[in-house]
């Protein structure tokens, strides 16, 4: 599985046919909530390109039904028959799920957990943990952490990031307003509380300096 910044190459040693999905955002329409949220969730998990080492995708027994859906969508792509779009947008959904199901997996078993070892992955698990504890993002308590200088973590994090570790911490907090607002049962002040922001005022000051816009626009936005 490959983000937008990912580069790859196959050496094949015969005739070999390659399928691409897009998962694209505007795939998912307002109706379809449920898997657009598992979108936002997944973009979120791999939101730095080339840091989710191995196959995302572990089970093998889960593979060759991943594989299935695959087969479908591009089935139902050509076909275009009855209820085409209903069945590629429902086979997508469940790879998502999948998808998502196997990097949450790994995390709980401990592939993407934390740990004190200083790598760049583990840092980034760190803050998406933690993105909703603002004192645990701070340099001082990070630095403790991992065992490191707090003036040496933040040239460690740009080197290997090509990004502050301010405006990473920002990226996630903004990824994870998305997710809770395409939710349409949560209110403005019911996200400032479930991520750490003070009060609404907090929130919606932190949204217009990243999007310029108000919460409620930038959510009408999403939909």
Do not use: W
């Amino acid at each position: 599985m490959l983000t937008p910044g990912d580069s790859h190459s196959f050496s094949t040693m015969r005739y070999t046919k390659f399928h691409c999905i897009r998962f694209l955002p505007e795939l998912f329409t307002q109706e379809n909530n449920d898997t657009r949220s598992i979108f936002y969730q997944l973009k979120e998990s791999i939101s730095y390109h080339n840091r989710l080492s191995g196959m995302p995708l572990e089970s093998l027994d889960e593979r060759p039904l991943v594989i299935a859906l695959i087969e479908q969508v591009l089935k139902e792509s050509s076909l275009r028959s009855q209820q085409h779009e209903l069945i590629i947008k429902s086979s997508i959904g469940l790879i998502l799920q999948f998808l998502l199901r196997s990097v949450g997996r790994g995390r709980h078993d401990g592939g993407y957990g934390l740990s004190t070892n200083l790598t760049i992955d583990n840092m980034l698990n760190y803050v998406r943990f933690n993105i909703t504890d603002n004192a645990k993002l701070t340099k001082k308590v990070m630095a403790s952490f991992f065992n490191i200088s707090p003036h040496y973590i933040g040239e460690y994090f740009k080197k290997h990031c090509g990004m502050s570790l301010r405006d990473y911490i920002v990226k996630c907090k903004l990824s994870h307003i998305e997710r809770k607002m395409l939710n349409n049962n949560l209110s403005i002040s019911q996200i400032a509380v479930e991520l750490g922001f003070v009060d609404e005022s907090h929130l919606c000051k932190f949204v217009k300096r990243c999007t310029g816009q108000s919460p409620t626009n930038y959510r009408k936005k999403l939909e």
